[in-house]
């Protein structure tokens, strides 16, 4: 069972501008939420918008960026980051978001302190160090080789660099992800999906999700919910 809360919350937003990074923020304010979103070019972010909102905060600033990065999680209760880099197997920075969340976001999470972090990575990603066959075979194919490896390095260092007690943290490792209007409920999963979904849904699941007490120190697959018949 999903624990959440209606409370208002303050949402600190890495990848913002991205393809789930604007739905997250978009879902974020519709429930009332102030949102804090760190981006490259505000412009794109800007962009989305119909209209400015009076919730939402645009800090520019990259991931080298610190002071930039400690005013996104100043005063948060919540924080996600859905930021990723390009689908190429040369042009992706090696390792760049494992350097930035142990050089710059996690000193800044230290200091803030919000009640859950929230970390997108995908289903090719794992702990352990040794590669999966899916890694070896599927991953070069679609891209992704070096952003597997970049997000399996940062969940191990999650994993044996805990905020707790202050902070929650949750991992999420998503089914291949596609453009659409979306409109499917995701779940958690014990198993990655082969079914992808959209970055409409997965905007609205981590809304949710950075909310779930239950998934506190895990580090579930996400997929499509299967329909009762």
């Not at 208002?8 to 789930?20: C, D, H, R």
């Not at 102030?34 to 520019?60: G, S, Y």
């Amino acid at each position: 069972a999903t624990t959440t809360t209606t409370q208002q919350e303050t949402l600190g937003v890495f990848g913002a501008s991205g393809q789930t990074g604007k739905h997250v923020v978009l879902n974020a304010l519709e429930l009332g939420w102030k949102v804090q979103a760190l981006v490259r070019t505000p412009a794109k972010l800007n962009d989305m918008m119909e209209q400015p909102h009076e919730n939402l905060t645009i800090i520019q600033g990259d991931f080298s960026n610190g002071p930039a990065i400690q005013q996104t999680v100043q005063g948060c209760t919540l924080v996600i980051c859905c930021a990723g880099g390009p689908h190429s197997n040369f042009k992706y920075e090696k390792m760049f978001m494992n350097r930035f969340v142990q050089e710059q976001l996690w000193p800044a999470l230290k200091e803030s302190k919000p009640r859950s972090f929230l970390y997108q990575a995908g289903a090719l990603s794992k702990r352990h160090k040794f590669p999966t066959f899916a890694q070896v075979v599927v991953s070069p194919l679609m891209g992704l080789w070096p952003m597997a490896k970049d997000n399996d390095a940062v969940m191990r260092f999650i994993h044996k660099n805990p905020l707790e007690p202050d902070t929650k943290v949750i991992v999420t490792r998503p089914a291949a992800l596609i453009s659409g209007k979306g409109g499917s409920e995701l779940t958690t999963s014990s198993m990655a999906a082969a079914i992808p979904v959209t970055f409409a849904d997965l905007g609205k699941f981590n809304v949710q999700a950075v909310q779930d007490e239950s998934l506190a120190g895990k580090c579930p697959y996400i997929a499509k919910k299967r329909s009762k018949k």
